[in-house]
């Protein structure tokens, strides 16, 4: 239970927030980030978050009780080797954070396109990165190719 509720919550909710800045922070800073030090951010926290959570499987099936302030020596070493996983995992978020101070604070990076992306459609990948406050100042003309997905008619 222990192992599989925090696989599917912890990454799901983790890697989801790591993925909108990754895909925004170019966006909203004017700034693209290191992508070497981005790829190597997501592959050790892929690969510590496997070492964090996988082995609970095995606590689980060796019947370690949950909410206990001690457990048993036989559990000693699957913990030690999540507890390196847990310390991986934190390890590996300084990366991140250094990302985003280096394009948020320091500017450190290429400039931004307004299309970061190839597939980037919508109003706002036509504005300059970092967009203007007040972004339009007169109402923009919609057109076809700049609609998300170019069947939506208006």
């Not at 993925?19 to 922070?25: H, K, M, N, V």
């Not at 919508?122 to 919609?142: A, K």
């Amino acid at each position: 239970v222990v192992a599989h509720f925090h696989y599917v919550l912890v990454t799901g909710a983790i890697y989801s927030i790591m993925g909108a800045t990754y895909y925004w922070l170019p966006k909203w800073t004017g700034v693209m980030y290191n992508e070497t030090l981005g790829k190597l951010h997501f592959w050790l926290s892929t690969i510590f978050v496997n070492v964090l959570f996988f082995p609970q499987h095995f606590l689980g099936l060796a019947g370690m009780p949950r909410r206990i302030p001690d457990y048993n020596v036989a559990f000693a070493d699957f913990n030690m080797i999540s507890s390196i996983g847990a310390f991986g995992f934190g390890l590996a978020q300084l990366i991140f954070a250094w990302i985003v101070i280096q394009c948020a604070f320091l500017g450190k990076g290429a400039k931004a396109t307004n299309h970061v992306w190839e597939a980037s459609k919508g109003l706002e990948w036509t504005l300059t990165s970092p967009p203007p406050h007040h972004s339009f100042s007169t109402p923009p003309v919609i057109d076809d190719k700049e609609l998300a997905h170019g069947d939506v008619t208006h």
